[in-house]
Every structure is written in structure tokens, then in C-alpha cells.
């Protein structure tokens, strides 16, 4: 009976929400992307681009002038589990960080820390916390058990704003946003707000991937359910206000959705694959012709997921970057894979992390990647090191050129026929 009920729910609420959303004018097109290339990828409608997942054979030749990837770590705040990193560039050429903490996931005492780096320095500064559960309820004037997945946005009169997810009761299935702002680079923040996203109970939106820019200045914020089915929405917002909201892909196991914007009108989403034990787990793809208006699922990508978070970003060149485990089960290995402009074949430029070698036991997690290109050419990378820290990569533009030059051409990949393995 209860699925019964709940089925009429979504189905009421499917059928308000259609007709609200027919009578809403087209929206804004897509503001200009800082990777926005003249050869931009374009996502066909009708099929996904064949996809040659390999890399590069051996390593990427030595030039005395690019220096190999920056490894450090994210302010160590004594928490026992640290997760879900995410990253914002500042006016001053700094990058801050967000990322939650705590005895565990999901326990009260977890946090939504911050911390800069600075960019004479190349150190990160000491952690302050954003947020806690306490002052979530107190700016919400309602219960919260739990708070997860910071982040950030750039709005366009300059300010900062921070989404991240509250439970008030039940698991992560029954979440919502909530979302603060800074009008200082974020060394204070607003009184939190929630974002309602459903008029019915306003349940099971979380959010994990960065925001995209409307040419009106307004956001549009690639957002997901766990309730019943597990599918991602994109949320065009004003401020706090939910204008409008469309599903981006179909079926019932697509969730965490990150978003490469091509031009004005045209965007691909991918996503977490999250099908049952037993199935091949990939990427799932949704294309918008229509500045996200409407989203047409493309299939899946065929790039090894094992229900794990995938990260993206668009660079000047038109080269996209992935960051993600691709293995068919674990989070024990994470990997950089390129792409060039108007191509479908995936290459790993670098392994970062790899415990394969290790008894399964022994094996590590490195998940959760978010990706920032804070400059249009170099790359920052932040991801959860075994729970415990949060690892920070940054890639010059330089070492990423390089990378980029030495991506073999589709008829190379054609002639050779053969799969590269990385060192």
C-alpha cells in the first residue's frame, strides 16, 4: 500500500509539474564557457560517439620546462572521515575548498569545513568551519540529522554561493538543498536557506556537480533523486527560487550528474551509473539541444563505473577532462582521461591513484572527484584519499598541453587498432 500511495504522489506531482512547466517561457541560452572552443564537442542526438577507452603508451615525453603534477593534501581538521571535496576559484587567484566532516558519514557531529589556497604560496591555509547540523537548524527552524556535499558557485554580481545537502529524517534519499551566501570571498556566510524544488514534501534532491551559467546571469544547477527511482534533474534557479526543473535521464539508475556545456543551446550530461550487482556498470549520457529545457538519453558511455562519482570540466583548447575509477568494481584506482574537440576516444594521461596491486583487504578508497579549471587551461583536482583525507592535484597548463599534443589522432587509434597501457 505504501508504494501504491507513493507512486500517486509522484505521478500527481509529474503531471502539476508538466503543466507548470509548459506554461513557463523558453529559458536563457547557456552563458559562454570558459573552455568554450570554436571546435567545441557537439553531442550527436541520435547516438553516443563511439568510445576507445586506452592510454598513452609510456610516459608522457620529459621537457626540463613542465614539471609533473602538484600532490598535496587539504587541511587535516582530526577528523576521523572526511569526504565530498569540491572547489571554487577566488577573485584573488586563490582556490577554495569545501569538503564535510566527522566521526563518519552521516553522523551529527559532521561538519562542511573550508579552507584557500593561496596563490603566491601554493600552501593551503588553516580549515574554518561553514556550517554545522546546529546552525543548519537554527537557520532553518527545522530538525537536521545530517549535512553533506558542499557546493560552490559564482553568481553573477560576485558573490559566492554554497549548496549542499540536509536530512531531517531517514537516509540521503530523503535530503534536500539548502544553500548559503558570501558576500566576502566566503570568509563569512548568509543565514541558510532551503531551495524547494518539489512542492510535495520537497524530499530526495541532492546535489554533487558544479553549476552551469545562464546568458541571463541566473544558475542552472545539475541536481539528483534516491527516492523510489534514482534519476538526475536540472534545476534552473534565481537566487533561492526553483524557476523550473527538468529530468536529464531516463530509467531509474543515473544519478550525480556532471554537465559539459558546448555552446548557447547544446550540452551533455554524465552521470553515476548505479544499475544492481550483476550488470555492467558504465556512464550513462543525456544531451540537451534546447539549453536544457529538454534532455534526450544517448546510452551509456562504454567507460568502465562502479557506482562512483565521476568528475568533468571543459578546457580552452575544447579538451575535456574526466577524473574517474575506471574498474569494473572498487574505488581502489582513479585515473585523468582527455579528449580531444569533435572526438569520441578517451585516453588516460594519468594514473593517480592505484592500489590494484594490493591484497583486496589492503586496498584503499580513492573516490568523489571534482575538477576546476580556474583559468581556462590548467586543472585543480580534489578527491576523498581512503576517508580519511582529501587529496589536492593541480595540473599547469603546461603539463596539460603536453598531454593534449600527445593524444593520437583517430586514425592513428584506427591503423593501430591496439589498447596503450599507462606507466
Known sequence: ?????????????????FIHNDGRPSWAPFAASEGAHE????????????LKPSAIKGKLASQSAVQDPRMDWLPDTGAA?????????LKDGGIRAFWFAGSREGAPDVVINTAVLNSKS????ASSVVMDRVAAEKGLSRYIAKLGNPVPARLADGRLQLFFVTVS????????????????????WSRPQRLIASPFFNLSTLVKSPAVTFADGRLGLPAYHEWIGRFGEFLRLDAVQVLDKRRMSAGRSAIQPVMFVNDAQNAAALFRQTRGSGQVKQIPVSATQDAGQTWQSLGDLEILNPNSAVAGVLLQNGARLLALNNIEAGRYRLVLMMSKPKSGEWHIVQTIENDEALPE????????????SAHGGDVHLVYTWDRKKIRHVYF???????????????TENQSNGESRETQ
Not at 81 to 89: D, E, F, K, N
Not at 169 to 188: H, L, Q, R, V
Not at 396 to 410: E, H, T
Request: glycine share 8%; charged share 15%; proline share 3%.
Open 1 to 17: 500500500m505504501s508504494r501504491v500511495l507513493a507512486f500517486c504522489f509522484l505521478l500527481l506531482a509529474a503531471v502539476l509539474g
Open 39 to 50: 571546435e567545441s564537442v557537439e553531442v550527436a542526438s541520435d547516438a553516443v560517439p563511439e
Open 81 to 89: 572521515s572526511v569526504h565530498a571535496a569540491s572547489l571554487i576559484g
Open 122 to 125: 601554493n600552501t593551503w591555509g
Open 169 to 188: 529524517i531517514g537516509g540521503w534519499a530523503g535530503s534536500s538543498i539548502s544553500t548559503i551566501f558570501s558576500e566576502d570571498e566566503g570568509a563569512t
Open 361 to 372: 583487504l589492503e586496498r584503499k578508497e580513492f573516490s568523489y572527484p571534482y575538477l576546476l
Open 396 to 410: 599547469s597548463s603546461a603539463w596539460l598541453d603536453r598531454a593534449y599534443k600527445q593524444l593520437p589522432s583517430s
